[in-house]
């Protein structure tokens, strides 16, 4: 009989400095989102645009300032095809993945980043030590649920942030969607949020629950949670991982700057 | 085995020969895998129908045109039931004698005036639901002594979406029906119309924690169809990828199993383990669950300076041999394990079982070794198979894979030829192409028709969950509440393969 405690302790703590001290968030190597840097984008060049499979890319009417193309974060899906068509670094590989938002404005890439606008404090304050999350899968790859699962294995121990994933809807703050919200999971999401008590929050994790994500309307597959219910904050990636779900957490309760305004990571 | 021989094989049959057709796949002791519908042309509707003699035969095809009706398979091949229900949902197809052919991928009351595969939907075609009532069995008499209980498709936790309904007794499950698909999201239909190599990206995004045995199955279906040939390096690549998609899985696996049995420190070492085996995969790939890498042809980029992986990988092994060892003799966690779900080997056989969980009732199947694709043909596959069908047999299978798959990978990384990583690839307007994996969870099949424009004119996917989901139910029947999430956790099933 195999003493699990004992092996337990003699493991030691394995979980994560980050993000209440500075250390290893455990994301070496992920690449994020393309950065794309308009003043290096070739003249009459479209490949990025046509490579996007969501239609997160796409050339902007001539006549606009604020360089060729528009992009749109929320629609991205990490797939990289654009870094690697691009033929003058004008869309690069990035390990930008702290893409977690309050407006879905600050998704859009924007000539001069607009200052974040804070939200009321006074609304979380109250939740800033301890939040319950209700989870809905909206019709998910499991690519995201994958990741949300993660955040209570030891490397990243959610609990330690007050944050805990609850069974009820009774008792949760904040509910949080993966998936684009398929035409059969439409009403069981309504249903779940309808049962939360007030105030409550959302929170659409991952680019499907975004924007509809690589599946987008089709004939089963929905757009996203844009239409369905009100949205807080805004978690493109895909999938997001597990230590951007935690800033973009955090971020919402403000015990972190949100780090992505006009489409790229400010600091 | 040259792949592209199958799809080139495809036998016309007519709707009155399938019978005696699908009877001579019994008899010569072969299976039918699946089955499928597509319009060849315009207003022409084809079935087509997968069988397999055994290992190392080439797959037979079979096209039937729908002119007349269809006589169902599923009472010689109760797999075949559900193929069969879901090309009735896609296609308004009618199987004649089918033993229930109640909807299966589109819900009971989809507001549906037109098949959405149909030759012609309007544009914008998007389903609806009118009403929220569910088609219930009969269970037990007018006594009321027979609960219901409906749970899902929000179900604790974070899980994915499905609703069981358990008619029950006290602690006793008289019967269990898993109402899936509330995920179905038509990725199917996501394909048609895109260039080959650009849908790479939607293979990936099907399952997630299958990222790399969907693209791999849906690449190898176009090399097949458009004759192309992976160069040594990029076969061994995929190969290394493959399995390191099987080792975050497996790691998952037995860390969840240890979750529902109570047991906590497993449950963390599990998830620890698999962390790090995500981590990995990022730092080797850009991806933790290893995506942006295949590609039609080969790979998109070259995988270097692998030099840390062995001796990372190295560590792994040996703190998962003594977890392992741990598991394999904790009384507490085996006691929920022996005799728990037990699945017969004939109904496992029958009702279409795959990977692990055929593997644990018997069925001695590995599509790695007995078809083997990427460079399985040059490494030694060791197919782990147990005989007493239960959970216990499930995690054992499980257990012996984490160890083969190590072992694959660090043989990979010795013999990993120099060279290119990705060949030129023509695809082929009006050709079609077969492709399959063994993925952690089981056979999946891609089919792929290219149009005469050079694009994708249908891709059916045909995934391990879809199997499994189907034979998980028969060893839920007669069986207690206690050990449900147990039993279910044994099986390792997925609802975004299963739903798609």
Known sequence: MPLWTLLGLMAGNATADWPLRDGDD???????????????????????????????????????????????????????????????????????????????????????????????????????????IRHVDAGSCNGCESELQALNNPFYNLHRLGIFFTASPRFADLLLVTGPVTYAMREPLRATYEAMPEPRWVMAVGTCAVSGGIAEGGYASGHGLDGVLPVDVYLPGCPPNPAAIMQALLTFLGRMPQRARGGRLVE | MNIRQAAQAAILLKPDELVDAARAVLDGGGRMQMAYAWYPRPGKLELRYLSGRGAKQPFDIWRCPVERPVPSLANLWPLLNWYEREISDLFGIEFTGAPDSHRLVLHEGTDCPVPPFAAKVPAGYALSLKTRERRLPEVGGAERDVQLLPFGPVRADVMESAEFLFFYIGEAILFYQPQLFFKHRG??????????????????????????????????AVEAASH?????????????????????????????????TSLKVGESEGKLLEERAKQFNARLTGSRFLRS????????????????????????????????????NTDSHLDRLITTGPLDPQVALDQGAT??????????????????YAAYDELPVAVAVRESGDGYARMQVRIAEIHHSIALIQRVLLMLPDGPVRADCQILPRSEGLGWSETPRGTLFYVVHIGGDGRLARVKIKSPSFSNWRVFPFTVHGSNMMDYAINEATFGLTMAGCDR
């Open chain 2, 228 to 260: 192309c040939r992976v160069p040594p390096r990029a076969r061994f690549l995929r190969v290394l990828l493959a399995e390191l998609e099987r080792l975050y899985n497996h790691l998952h696996y037995l860390g969840h199993l240890s979750h529902t």
């Open chain 2, 355 to 372: 990977g692990p969980v055929q593997r644990a009732s018997g069925l001695d199947r590995d599509l790695r070794r007995d078809h083997p």
């Open chain 1, 26 to 132: 455990g994301q070496a190597g992920v690449l994020g989102m393309p950065r794309y840097r308009p003043e290096a984008c070739a003249e009459g060049c479209a490949a990025c645009a046509e490579v996007c499979p969501t239609g997160a890319i796409a050339l902007r009417d001539p006549d606009d300032a604020g360089g060729r193309l528009t992009v749109d974060y929320g629609r991205c899906v990490v797939c990289q095809l654009c870094t690697e068509v691009c033929p003058s670094g004008a869309m690069a590989p990035s390990a930008d993945w702290a893409f977690g938002v309050l407006r879905r404005e600050d998704l859009l890439w924007r000539e001069r980043a607009a200052s974040v606008a804070r939200k009321a404090a006074s609304s979380t304050a109250a939740f800033r030590r301890s939040l319950h």
């Open chain 2, 293 to 328: 890498l295949l590609t039609v042809g080969g790979l998109r980029r070259d995988l270097r300076s692998l030099d840390w992986l062995a001796d990372e990988l190295e560590a792994l092994r040996e703190r998962y041999a003594v977890y392992a060892r741990h598991l394999e």
């Open chain 2, 187 to 220: 990725m199917e239909k996501r394909f048609e119309g895109v260039a080959a190599e650009r849908a790479v990206v939607i293979a990936e995004r099907v399952s997630g924690v299958g990222s790399v045995a969907h693209a791999l199955a849906f690449c190898q």
